[in-house]
């Protein structure tokens, strides 16, 4: 989730790329940098921290001249964000300087044969092997637009690229395979950028770049290619009308939207480099030197503790760990039992929540091995952590969590398949699968949010006037049942309980009435019946239900609200979305304060 920023025009190009960093902050900032040609050389200028950090070193002598150049800030997800990992970077020649956002999934075999060839690396980044791809290709192409389509043929994974050369002055070359990248047209003067608002003040007018799509740019001409066959690419021009602040959110109304709509890519990003599918296998090399566990004990606070509870039936079923799972905050303040060969994993978002870091403290103490899994690289969690394992999600900036949720999930799944793996549990077809549906489940989740989003905003309007919802589940969905229930409280402030769908009898369906709703989470699983059972006695007592289910599961409720039919553990990525959305659409419709609901911080950095 890094920033890229391009210019190429009449201007002083390094005002307007700091600018662009500027407006690009909130996707993260650990680190960023700069480059430009100036008399036959690259100048290059990196710096850890924030941009302000970048902006004192730039050196005023050079950077007058330079009037296009390349642009990054970047939101770690490999490597610490020092200024070695810091974009841009260079060739070997130091010919070519290029910004990057994505993961380059085979770059540690590019890079091998990169080295066979003398290719000597400053750093550790697959940012680094794809410049020294393009330098090696054009060693052997002698063009650099054909070095840079073969590169491309060459690498797998995702990836947003601006790159510049010594050697053409005032050209800048972009593309992008499943990373967004836009194309901006001024008059005289041309962007390219992760995201609008790195050049709104400048253009309007802007081309969507699409996956395999190559751009060459100068201060007055642009064309696409297509990155393979070299073909120019018709494309059309688009004007838009949106002010700063919808841009940053990429058009949507509200951060909260937009990160539930980034699902598909966090799944993406999270399995990237995670499945060997020529192996059928599961790698996850942060955590190679960790032996199995016998027990794990997970320990996490608000929905990462949701995520935790859900890892817990997904790692016994598949890995045969025996899991406890505990709200960091309890945990802290209890005599803690050591248990032989036990493994903790602490999971958190921000790294930063203060009774999970103290929690993981405590274990350390007493000499048990934490596994964290964060999503923000550097942070307190992941620095103290002995291994970690980072998600991936990008910035959360809506203070209700939702993709970083989604991407805790994938990556609990995979550590189950993973230890179920090595524990020789499942069949080579199981995994095969598993596999399958994991890789599948990105594209069948963009097709589907929008039609969720609608059926959650008519179904939310009939539910609006409800002082108290249940919301039911059993197995894996009885978590998803709490983390629906609190989404719907932290920024609806409708008072939510999740339960146990068969634990209702033993007291709360007391409450149910006409007035009192319940949401069901009935996927169509072994489980189903039972829950029928449970939603009977709800229906018994005059309550109204709204059901998430799947295609064939016979339920007679007020809403029924259906959704794809995957099986098991995988219909998850769909459940939670809706549930996300179901909180959304009724906190909009209510008129709160979605992103930053009162009473609430991001991170809880306090006891
Ligand atoms: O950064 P963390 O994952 O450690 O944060 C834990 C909770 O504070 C967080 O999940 C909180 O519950 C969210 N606001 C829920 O949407």
Same mark, same amino acid.
Request: net charge negative; charged share 30%.
């Given at each position: 989730m890094c920033g890229i920023i391009a210019y190429s025009g009449h201007r002083p190009a390094v005002p307007v790329i700091i600018q662009g960093l500027k407006s690009l902050e909130y996707r993260g900032y650990d680190s960023s940098g700069l480059a430009f040609v100036h008399l036959n050389r690259i100048h290059l200028f990196r710096a850890s921290g924030k941009l302000e950090a970048l902006e004192a070193r730039l050196d005023s002598g050079h950077v007058i001249h330079a009037t296009s150049g390349i642009g990054h800030t970047r939101w770690a997800t490999h490597g610490l964000p020092n200024e070695q990992n810091a974009h841009p970077h260079l060739d070997v020649n130091s010919d070519l300087a290029l910004v990057h956002n994505g993961i380059i999934e085979n770059f540690q075999e590019l890079k091998d044969m990169l080295s066979g060839q003398g290719c000597t690396f400053?750093? /550790? *980044?697959d940012t680094e092997v794809l410049v020294c791809l393009i330098s090696f290709g054009l060693s052997q192409k002698g063009d650099l637009r054909q070095a840079v389509s073969w590169a491309l043929s060459q690498v797998e994974g995702s990836y947003a690229f601006a790159m510049i050369s010594r050697h053409h002055p005032g050209t800048v070359w972009a593309a992008r395979q499943a990373s967004p990248l836009i194309f901006g047209l001024g008059t005289g003067e041309n962007f390219i950028a992760s995201d609008i608002p790195a050049f709104l003040p400048f253009t309007r007018d802007v081309v969507f770049l699409e996956d395999n799509e190559l751009v060459e740019m100068t201060p007055e001409k642009w064309t696409v290619f297509? &990155?393979? *066959?070299l073909e120019p690419i018709e494309k059309k021009t688009q004007t838009i009308s949106w002010d700063v602040q919808a841009a940053r959110k990429g058009g949507y109304k509200h951060f909260m939207l937009k990160e539930i709509f980034e699902q598909p890519k966090v799944i993406r990003d999270c399995l990237a480099g995670r499945i060997q599918r020529h192996k059928n296998s599961i790698s $996850? @090399? /942060?955590?190679?030197? $960790? @032996?199995? +566990?016998?027990r794990l004990h997970i320990i996490a606070c608000g929905t990462s503790y949701h995520a935790g509870l859900w890892g817990k039936y997904l790692l016994e079923a598949l890995a045969g760990i025996p899991v406890d799972v505990e709200i960091a905050s309890e945990f802290r303040y209890k005599p803690l039992v050591p248990e032989k060969d036990k493994v903790y994993l602490t999971i958190s978002q921000s790294g930063e929540t203060a009774d999970t870091l103290a929690a993981l403290r405590l274990v350390r103490e007493h000499g048990f091995p934490v596994l964290g899994l964060c999503n923000v690289v550097g942070s307190s969690l992941a620095r103290e952590a002995d291994h970690v394992i980072y998600t991936q999600a990008g910035p959360e900036i809506s203070v209700a969590s939702t993709k970083a949720m989604c991407s805790q999930l994938v990556l609990i799944f995979l550590l189950a398949l993973y230890w179920a793996e090595k524990k020789r549990l499942l069949t080579g077809k199981d995994l095969e699968n598993a596999i399958t549906t994991l890789l599948s489940l990105p594209e069948a989740l963009e097709l589907e949010l929008p039609d969720m989003r609608d059926r959650a905003a008519s179904i939310c309007k009939e539910y609006s006037n409800a002082q108290s919802f249940f919301f039911l589940g059993r197995g894996l969905f009885y978590p998803l049942a709490l983390e629906g229930a609190l989404k719907l409280k932290e920024i609806s402030y409708i008072h939510a309980e999740g339960y146990a769908a068969g634990e209702l009898k033993h007291g709360p369906i007391a409450l149910i009435d006409p007035e009192f709703p319940t949401f069901a989470i009935a996927p169509c699983d072994g489980l189903l019946g039972k829950v029928k059972s449970n939603l009977k006695e709800i229906q018994a007592r005059k309550g109204r239900i709204i059901a998430l289910t799947q295609p064939g599961s016979g339920l007679m409720v007020d809403n029924e609200w259906k959704i794809p =039919?995957? /099986? =098991? +553990? &995988?219909s998850t990525f769909f459940i939670l979305p809706a549930l996300q959305l179901f909180a959304y659409e009724t906190a909009v419709y209510l008129g709160k304060d979605v992103d930053q609901p009162r009473n609430l911080a991001k991170s809880v950095t306090v006891e």
């Open positions: 400053r750093s /550790e *980044t297509n &990155a393979r *066959t $996850l @090399p /942060e955590i190679k030197d $960790l @032996p199995i +566990p016998s =039919g995957q /099986e =098991g +553990p &995988a």
